[in-house]
């Protein structure tokens, strides 16, 4: 072999083993780089998920301590239970004052844009979009699982039908 080739081969052996040293460093450092940006990307969602579950938590706790401590839908849940009949005036003046107040609390949070409360008879005077009877509840494609739930409880990410049809597949979303 010529003296030529030899310098040649010397000279690229020079050149491409460091030059595949490099990229394999390089490359190395690109896979690492990508699977932290990864992780810390994943880590952002995952914290994120939990504020989120955090602050619905926290929503729904407070809602259940208004509704709760309202004594005046208490009372009127109670006095229906009893089977008492309600005055127009009593009626009128629940609807104005304690409902008034509950929708504008489901209207303003978000998280509880479909708060209902079902009274546990069918006598009451309906007030929508906070208060309804028992029979309409039944009729809810949920309320089965929601019976065998006990004395009351939530029911998150309800899909609710806007209109019921005969056939559950057919009726339109809300």
Sequence with gaps: MKLNWKFTIVIITAVTIPIAIFAGILFYNLEQNTISENRNYMEYKMDKNV???YTCRDSVNMSTQFFLSDDELLRVLCKDKRGEAFTTRELVDFQMTDI???ERLVSN????????VYSQTDSIQEMMPVLYRHDRM???AWAEG???????????????SLIRTANPSQSVDT
């Design 51 to 53: 504020e989120a579950m």
């Design 100 to 102: 008034k107040n509950l």
């Design 109 to 116: 949070n978000p998280l509880l844009y479909s708060v209902r």
């Design 138 to 140: 039944e009729n809810l």
């Design 146 to 160: 929601y019976e065998a739930m006990g004395t009351g409880g939530w029911i998150l990410r309800l899909v609710l």
